[in-house]
């Protein structure tokens, strides 16, 4: 069966702090993998990801993909307040099918 | 460049009771997703069009739920009785033909009592 795990499901961390988040997939077919971040509202696209070993980078973000062994890991660094949010990992395979994880809830203390 | 929009963005009905759901995506998206999100879940897509026809929707519940696009932009979800179980954030998702990334409407929070 297709599954998208991600983990930590929930992380408290510190002003400062750097934080990994793990997504990994079991699919057919395998196309993209995406990060979005998911505050109050829609969910945010951040980076996509379809070949290993390259890293995405925006700001304190960055992102890289292992193809070889099924997983993604969101860095975070120096975090702030305003990075507590849900981060979310969706693989896309096959045609059209794409699946998203259940999510990591970070949450970011002064 | 205007995002995706979404109409109501709160509900609350009794079960048993109809809902629809609006969403207009952003100008020139031929494709169009609605995700089912339950509290604590990442999204479940329900179905996704590409300009009028649908795609996939494997995983709608067509007992209860139904969509439509007729013209291509718009597109009408509706749940018809609804259960206490459809209880969910309903999230519109769009994007350019055979593009990956995916653009979010702020999504309508159903509550069934």
């Known amino acids: 069966e297709d599954k998208v795990v991600q983990s930590p499901l929930s992380l408290v961390v510190h002003e400062g702090d750097t934080v990994t988040l793990n997504c990994s997939y079991e699919?057919?077919?395998?196309?993209?993998l995406l990060w979005y971040k998911q505050e109050k509202k829609a969910p945010t696209f951040l980076f996509m990801l379809?070949?290993?070993?390259i890293e995405k980078k925006s700001g304190r973000l960055s992102s890289i993909l292992d193809k070889k062994e099924l997983f993604s890991i969101l860095n975070i660094t120096a975090t702030q307040t305003g990075d507590s949010a849900i981060y979310l990992c969706?693989?896309?395979?096959?045609?059209?099918?794409?699946?998203f994880g259940a999510g990591t809830r970070l949450t970011v203390k002064p | 460049e205007a995002g995706v929009a979404q109409s109501p963005r709160y509900k609350i009905i009794e079960k048993r009771q109809s809902v629809a759901f609006w969403c207009n995506p952003i100008?020139?998206?031929?494709?169009l997703y609605w995700y089912q999100q339950i509290l604590g879940q990442g999204p479940k897509l329900l179905i996704q069009?590409?300009?009028?026809?649908?795609?996939?929707d494997s995983q709608l519940p067509k007992d209860r739920f139904s969509a439509e696009r007729l013209k291509g932009v718009d597109s009408t979800l509706k749940i018809q009785p609804a259960k206490l179980e459809d209880s969910a954030v309903y999230l519109c998702?769009?994007?350019?033909?055979?593009?990956?990334?995916?653009?979010f409407g702020p999504g309508t929070r159903l509550l069934v009592l």
């Open positions: 998702a769009s994007s350019f033909q055979y593009q990956e990334t995916q653009y």
């Open positions: 069009f590409q300009n009028n026809g649908v795609v996939d």
């Open positions: 379809t070949s290993s070993g």
């Open positions: 699919v057919t077919n395998f196309r993209s």
């Open positions: 100008s020139g998206h031929a494709t």
């Open positions: 969706a693989v896309k395979y096959n045609n059209n099918d794409m699946r």
